[in-house]
């Protein structure tokens, strides 16, 4: 005899009973519960016959054509190339603000700032060696025009 709470906690544990997920121990306990405890035993059967129906659903994949058209689309290439100008123009704009400040407030650097500059320069020539890579290859790339 199972107590309210043990009965609550099997049924709780149908569903993962019923998808093959509970351990051994687990499955034969809920197996056994299943044997002696009919209310149990019809909601089991009640989430079988869903999980059936559900299974036997089949749902229409759109052509290949749409999904080129969607991503196409205006609301999938917007965002990006909005987020593409807004990094650019951050850039422009960060550039010529400290070109402005260099030139108004001229003084020797300091190590820091000497430091700090060798490692922004650095960077920003390693992203520009890779961007002017990869678009010196992007047309002999052969995967460019490869489909999922």
Avoid: N
């Avoid at 019809?42 to 969607?70: D, G, I, N, S």
């Avoid at 260099?102 to 490692?119: F, L």
């Avoid at 320069?121 to 060696?129: E, K, M, Q």
Wanted: charge should be neutral; hydrophobic fraction near 45%; charged fraction near 30%.
């Amino acid at each position: 005899m199972t107590t309210p709470s043990q009965h609550e906690e099997i049924r709780q544990m149908l569903s993962a009973y019923l998808d093959g997920e509970l351990t051994q121990a687990g499955a034969q306990r809920v197996r056994i519960h299943l044997e002696d405890c009919e209310e149990c035993r019809r909601t089991y059967e009640e989430l079988a016959r869903l999980q059936e129906m559900t299974r036997e659903l089949a749902f229409a994949e759109p052509p290949e054509a749409r999904m080129k058209e969607l991503e196409k689309s205006l609301s999938v290439q917007a965002p990006r190339r909005l987020g593409w100008l807004f990094v650019m123009a951050g850039i422009v704009a960060w550039l010529i603000y400290g070109a402005i400040l260099y030139i108004r407030h001229w003084r020797p650097p300091t190590v820091e700032e000497m430091i700090g500059s060798a490692i922004v320069i650095g960077f920003v020539l390693l992203l520009a060696s890779v961007v002017v890579e990869r678009l010196r290859q992007l047309p002999h790339d052969r995967y460019r025009r490869v489909d999922k």
